[in-house]
C-alpha cells in the first residue's frame, strides 16, 4: 500500500515557476515509477509525465516537455514536479500517482493515487 500527498501548488502569474512535491508512505516506493497527472475543470484527467523507479529514465507530454521536469529522492519517498513558464492552459488540479509499470501512462493503469493540489496560472 502507497499514501500519496501532494503540495505546493497555489497561485503563479503567467511564465511563472512552482515546484509541486509527492511525499510517499511505505518502504516500497523506490520500487514504483511515478507519474504526474493533472485536470482541468470540464476535462479529462491527462498525462503529463513520469519518472521511473529509479530515476533515470522520465518521459514528457508535448504539453509540457522543455518546461516541465520530474525528479525523485528516493531517500525522502519524494517526487517532484518542477514547472516553468507557466502558462494560463497549465491551470488545473495536478495528481501524482504510482505504477508497477513505466510503460503505463493511463489515468485507469496507475496503482494508487494522492488526492491532488491545485494550481492556477493568471495571465
Known amino acids: 500500500q502507497v499514501q500519496l500527498v501532494e503540495s505546493g501548488g497555489g497561485l503563479v502569474q503567467a511564465g511563472g515557476s512552482l515546484r509541486l512535491s509527492c511525499a510517499a508512505s511505505?518502504?516500497?516506493?523506490?520500487?514504483?515509477?511515478m507519474d504526474w497527472f493533472r485536470q482541468a475543470p470540464g476535462k479529462e484527467r491527462e498525462f503529463v509525465g513520469a519518472?521511473?523507479?529509479?530515476?533515470?529514465?522520465?518521459k514528457y507530454s508535448d504539453s509540457v516537455k522543455g518546461r516541465f521536469t520530474i525528479s525523485r529522492d528516493n531517500a525522502k519517498n519524494t517526487v517532484y514536479l518542477q514547472m516553468n513558464s507557466l502558462k494560463p492552459e497549465d491551470t488545473a488540479v495536478y495528481y501524482c500517482?504510482?505504477?508497477?509499470?513505466?510503460?503505463?501512462?493511463?489515468?485507469?493503469?496507475?496503482?494508487?493515487w494522492g488526492k491532488g493540489t491545485l494550481v492556477t496560472v493568471s495571465s
Open positions: 500517482a504510482a505504477v508497477t509499470d513505466y510503460y503505463k501512462n493511463t489515468a485507469s493503469g496507475m496503482d494508487y
Open positions: 511505505g518502504r516500497t516506493f523506490k520500487t514504483y515509477a
Open positions: 519518472i521511473n523507479y529509479s530515476g533515470g529514465f522520465t
